[in-house]
């Protein structure tokens, strides 16, 4: 049996992108009973999302003080990392400021049969019920894959590779030594880093909606992202009415493809990028932070959170977890 509300008073998170769970008629959605008894509570209240602070300086004392001894979120101030050698060897700031940054290919296709993985998306044709079929494929592939597709794709291409969580320790040395561990990271960490990754890819990019296990440096090597943080409570809150709906009881600390494509993504996506709520009438929940080449955010442990890529041209990112206090 199915209920049908009237969409005027359904909060807009609902309408957008869940429509494959939901029977459109007559102007109004019809939703399972389960659906709006687990997601009233958290549906009906509209997210609205608040500046993330900066630190007042870069300080090894300020960044431990307060961002990582009370594990709070914090942007470093602008530019932090600027000098890090793969900003300014692996990508080119195109004198077309619409075009945005690209890759160095002279210098990278050097590594051109390095193996990385990749994440590959074929983007369908909307379809009728605006929900997007497209197919979502990981694997891993020579270098050169991405260099080749990248040098030709903009963010109207169709077929969408995205490298992801590329590991530092399967690069060439070359290539390591280019992403070398802040000292700001490695004396709060006392030395124990784990895998640091790499992203690349053009804008439009996204990460779902998910949580880390251990707290982690995010710096942003070229282009720009935006990130939206949730605590610890909040974020349990919003992943686990979207496995209700689906009549899931997946764990959120082991995530596979689902969260990448079909009704998952599409209701994580609307959850977090889609809510919106009048300056009267809002709850806090979480807050956003902007990120341009050379910053950084500290992400502690826990906290949820989704990240796009924004802009034009390449956009490249690095996370360096470590060990919590």
């Known amino acids: 049996m ?16 869940m429509k494959k769970v939901l029977n459109l008629t007559s102007g109004n959605f ?5 659906f709006l008894r687990v997601c009233r509570r958290w549906y009906s209240r509209p997210l609205r999302w608040q500046p993330l602070r900066r630190l007042c300086d ?9 961002a990582f001894e009370p594990a709070l979120p914090a942007l470093l101030p602008l530019g932090h990392f600027s000098q ?18 690209h890759l160095n290919t002279d210098y990278l296709s050097a590594f051109k049969n390095a193996i990385v993985p990749l994440e590959l998306t074929r983007m369908a044709s909307t379809s009728d019920d605006g929900l997007n079929d497209g197919s979502f494929q990981r694997g891993e592939a020579p270098f050169d894959v991405f260099l080749d597709w990248a040098e030709n794709a ?6 969408r590779i995205y490298l992801a969580q590329a590991s530092i320790r399967d690069l060439p040395q070359l290539l390591r030594d280019d992403l070398h561990t802040p000292d700001l990271v490695l004396r709060a960490a006392k030395g124990e880093i784990y895998d640091t990754s790499i992203w690349l890819g053009i804008s439009p990019t996204y990460t779902p909606l998910h949580k880390d296990p251990n707290p982690n440096l995010f710096v942003q090597l070229a282009g720009s992202k935006v990130v939206r943080l949730l605590p610890p409570e909040a974020g349990q809150e919003v992943f ?15 995530r596979g493809t689902e969260m990448m494509e079909g009704e998952e993504k599409a209701m994580l996506e609307a959850a977090i990028w889609n809510s919106s709520a009048p300056e009267h009438d809002h709850i806090f929940a979480g807050q956003e932070a ?6 950084g955010l500290f992400i502690p442990r826990g906290w949820w959170h989704s990240v796009r890529g924004i802009g034009t041209g390449i956009t490249g990112s690095v996370s360096e977890p470590y060990k919590s206090l």
């Open 2 to 17: 199915l209920v049908a509300i009237p969409l005027s008073s359904c909060n807009n998170i609902y309408a957008h992108g």
């Open 84 to 101: 890090l050698p793969a900003i300014r060897k692996w990508f080119l700031q195109d004198e077309n400021l619409q075009v945005g940054t």
């Open 154 to 159: 903009t963010e109207e291409t169709n077929e």
């Open 290 to 295: 902007h990120l341009s080449c050379g910053d």
């Open 58 to 66: 870069g300080s090894e004392y300020c960044f431990v003080a307060e």
């Open 240 to 254: 686990a009415a979207v496995q209700a709906a689906l009549g899931r009881s997946t764990s959120a600390s082991f």
């Open 30 to 34: 019809s939703f399972p009973p389960r």
